[in-house]
């Protein structure tokens, strides 16, 4: 049973709730999905390249197969060595049937990180992680959704990203400054992170460092979207704190069921994109 003062706080507490928009989404995909089938006889496909074994990209590698199959796109994953990722690339990229391809990052040697992303042939790369890539990236594209989807106009805001991430943080940044926004990014060479925190209207966070944003690190009325991931204990955790949950005046997307269900939608907008871009007139 929640304390009366909890369900005070549920109730002017505003959730920014990524799982109620991506059910409308997701059924508009599996129409688009099947559209194709039925018409022009496109069966959409996506492959997924993994050459690390960890429990947080296992677990989002299990969501896209799921994802997938409930809105009628196929999902194939492959696990090459990373010495033998490039002749997998190589593979599917010639291969007509697959529509989409992603490189689950990190790599094991992540100073090959950007050679290999840039070996996706680009109109397959629906991770949009090559530098001239013709897609939108996932997450920055499913921040962009949440925000729209509650009304939320980043003009005259001050937006400050944590993080200068090659998925998140960097595309982020570009795409927000391309659209004339007051953004600044806050990274490791950050001399105060609090400090720069405070001045934000709006803050987007995607390290995946557990805990790195507290209460004490946000101002009054301000909107925050966590948009990292990390394991700790076992446990898929994002970048707040949990005292950042205890303030009844934030905008905030939840523990579970924010920004990560948009990033799946995101990710088979892209596919779907893919697949109707071969559909001969």
Request: hydrophobic share 40%; with cysteine; net charge neutral.
């Amino acid at each position: 049973m929640l304390k009366l003062a909890d369900k005070l706080r549920i109730i002017t507490m505003k959730i920014l709730n990524g799982s109620e928009l991506a059910s409308y989404i997701k059924q508009r995909q599996e129409k688009s999905a099947n559209s194709l089938r039925q018409s022009g006889g496109i069966v959409p496909k996506l492959a997924i390249i993994q050459v690390n074994d960890d429990p947080v990209i296992n677990t989002y590698v299990r969501l896209k197969k799921r994802y997938g199959e409930d809105i009628g796109v196929e999902v194939d994953s492959y696990h090459p060595k990373q010495n033998e990722i490039e002749e997998v690339i190589k593979s599917l990229n010639k291969d007509d049937s697959v529509h989409g391809i992603i490189i689950q990052l990190p790599l094991n040697d992540i100073s090959e990180t950007n050679r290999i992303v840039n070996l996706v042939k680009r109109s397959k790369d629906v991770d949009a992680l090559a530098d001239d890539s013709d897609y939108d990236p996932a997450t920055p594209m499913a921040i962009f959704w949440l925000l729209a989807g509650y009304n939320i106009d980043l003009k005259n805001k001050h937006v400050v990203i944590i993080g200068r991430g090659r998925l998140v943080g960097k595309p982020l940044e570009k795409m927000l400054k391309a659209s004339n926004i007051d953004v600044v990014v806050a990274d490791r060479q950050t001399k105060d992170l609090k400090e720069t925190t405070l001045k934000a209207d709006v803050i987007i966070t995607a390290t995946g460092s557990p805990s790195i944003l507290s209460s004490n690190m946000i101002k009054e009325g301000a909107i925050v979207v966590d948009a990292g991931v990390a394991s700790e204990a076992g446990k898929t955790v994002g970048d707040l704190d949990d005292s950042v949950y205890n303030r009844d005046d934030l905008t905030i997307t939840p523990k579970k069921g924010g920004v990560g269900p948009l990033t799946v939608c995101s990710l088979f907008e892209n596919v779907i994109k893919a697949a109707s871009s071969t559909v001969k007139h």
